[in-house]
């Protein structure tokens, strides 16, 4: 995984795993029906934005928060999901909560005037653990923040 340092911290750009680190495969939601059967039915699950394959390079995979939170572990073996402390440790570093987002998002991939996505991407490539689709399971970074996912 290609590693960037940001203050003391040491992150990953995009997580794009189809396993969990035990090998295990996570299913993947091939629609946006499979997605939200798979965030009612509470069972992980990965897909690529917009539910296109060739979005996979530029994004990544996006995760729901059962394929982040299960024990199985999301992250490859030596990187964890970070928790609370260390969001806030980068939101500081970065200069806080109110700046720290449009700092670390691309310069490029943004529709114009699009404010509303000013949040924090996969470290300077375009948003990636972050996905909208209406009644599904979100990983969201409201969620990491309120955990300590190992």
């Not at 394929?67 to 570093?93: I, M, S």
């Not at 700092?103 to 490029?108: G, I, N, R």
């Amino acid at each position: 995984m290609e590693e960037i340092k940001i203050g003391d911290q040491i992150w990953s750009k995009n997580l794009n795993v189809d396993t969990f680190r035990n090998g295990d495969p996570i299913p993947h939601a091939e629609t946006e029906e499979q997605w939200v059967k798979a965030g009612e039915n509470g069972t992980p699950a990965w897909c690529y934005y917009d539910n296109d394959p060739a979005n996979g390079e530029t994004y990544g995979k996006l995760y729901n928060w059962y394929a982040v939170t299960d024990p199985r572990g999301l992250a490859p073996e030596g990187w964890h999901v970070p928790g609370n402390d260390e969001w806030t440790t980068l939101t500081d570093y970065l200069g806080g909560e109110e700046v720290a987002g449009t700092k670390m998002k691309s310069t490029s991939g943004w529709e114009e005037n699009h404010e509303a996505h000013e949040v924090l991407s996969a470290l300077h490539e375009l948003l990636a653990s972050y996905i909208e689709m209406e009644h599904a399971a979100k990983t969201t970074i409201e969620n990491i923040e309120n955990s300590d996912i190992t």
